[in-house]
């Protein structure tokens, strides 16, 4: 019996399982909490790198990969005057470090389990749910996700989505309290490890009223990483942010 | 005799000069192309730190640093949409790469000049027009500037003024062809400090359908930076990346 005959009568018992489509369409609406227009994008968003597919040009080849580098900047621009507006009197490097904190890969794979964008992921052995060796695709999709929903639905959608949906599940006074210091997660690390850590400020520049420092960590009498800032805690707290970064990339 | 008998009469002769914020209202309104609403947030996107003034909260000094955050994320976020737009073939890496050349403190503080920004911004010295030591100041007050006007006229405004009153000082295909590669960068600068430079793959993960791939960049036989990929050119890519960074903040 062809296949567009059966199909109608078989979606009364199973709706939508007989459309893939269909499924996505009525699953990112669930999760965004409204009807999505354009369904490719969606589904674009949830194709990991390990699933790409090949297009008309050549050496290129489509993934969530551009949508996730679209999202991420809506993602830290709605974060950023979140925090902004909601902690008047703290400066830029308490903002700043807050929200990397939030849009951390390992929160955003938490956040993107929560929603249950997780089960939706196209990847390599999606199959058989065998996952590939990096788990960030949980977060790299949520954050392809949310630049999907700001090309389908617009600004002040995506924003609501983000502040709504995604934000709610922080306990945003905890992201503050446990955020301990670059320079004392560097000076954890080194006790962990058993190195010897110490800061030096190599340089400073400027008059009585306008200076600028540049710090220097340096981890068994070795140079490892230097920052800059106005105060000599602000160039420490550079100098630790570099090296925790050389870390976690090694 | 009361100053507010004899201001309406001078000001007819030297018009808004007795008044900083007519001024100011009228400097901002040519730059972004509209009348703004609350002077306040553009006096406050032209203070520098080093004319920074104590506020009620202990502590907490206010300047243009906070707005410069948000600034950022604004102006990051329009011209991510921007590249992933006008670029539908070219990927992430691309795409990042290009955007840091736009939003680069350098040429952040040309545009300043050429809209005229920098004879507006108040810092210590800003009498004199004696420049403090960091010059960064043109490209930070035009962060501040973006933030501003995000607050005072929102985002499809901001958007607008980014793409239509900023970027048009650009050459984007210029841009685009100066794109030298970090690894290029990288061993150019090895070229000429005379120092000896390769790059090593020092760990892999994964399957043959899904990898990811460790550099490191080493100079003179030592470590100095390391960047992960998910192929061997996009790793050694981000060990260079970081390894520029590390150079650009000594």
């Known amino acids: 019996m062809p296949r567009n005959v059966l199909s109608p009568i078989l979606s009364l018992f199973r709706p939508g399982d007989a459309d893939p ?34 297009t008309a040009i050549e050496g290129f080849r489509e993934s969530n990969e551009r949508l996730e580098y679209l999202g991420d900047a809506v993602l830290g621009m709605v974060i950023a005057e979140y925090l902004f507006k909601r902690y008047p009197y703290k400066d830029e490097g308490f903002l700043t470090e807050i929200r990397s904190r939030i849009v951390n890969r390992e929160t955003l794979n938490g956040i993107s389990r929560k929603i249950g964008l997780d089960r939706l992921i196209e990847f390599d052995g999606s199959r058989t749910r065998s996952l590939p060796a990096r788990t960030s695709m949980y977060g790299d999709a949520l954050e392809a996700l949310v630049g999907a929903v700001y090309l389908d639905k617009g600004f002040p959608f ?46 400073e520049k400027g008059n009585s009223h306008y200076r600028e420092f540049i710090a220097q960590v340096i981890v068994n009498e070795e140079p490892f990483a230097t920052g800059s800032g106005y105060s000599k805690k602000k160039a420490e707290q550079s100098a630790a942010e570099k090296a925790l970064e050389l870390l976690q990339s090694t």
């Open 21 to 54: 489509r269909k499924n996505l369409r009525r699953s990112i609406g669930h999760i965004i909490g409204a009807r999505p227009l354009n369904v490719g994008l969606y589904q674009l968003a949830l194709r990991h790198t390990s699933a790409s597919k090949a």
């Open 158 to 203: 995506t924003r609501r989505f983000i502040l709504k949906k995604l934000l709610s599940h922080y306990d945003i006074d905890l992201v503050v309290q446990n955020n301990a210091n670059f320079k004392s997660r560097l000076i954890e690390w080194a006790q962990r490890e058993g190195k010897e850590i110490r800061f030096e400020i190599i340089s």
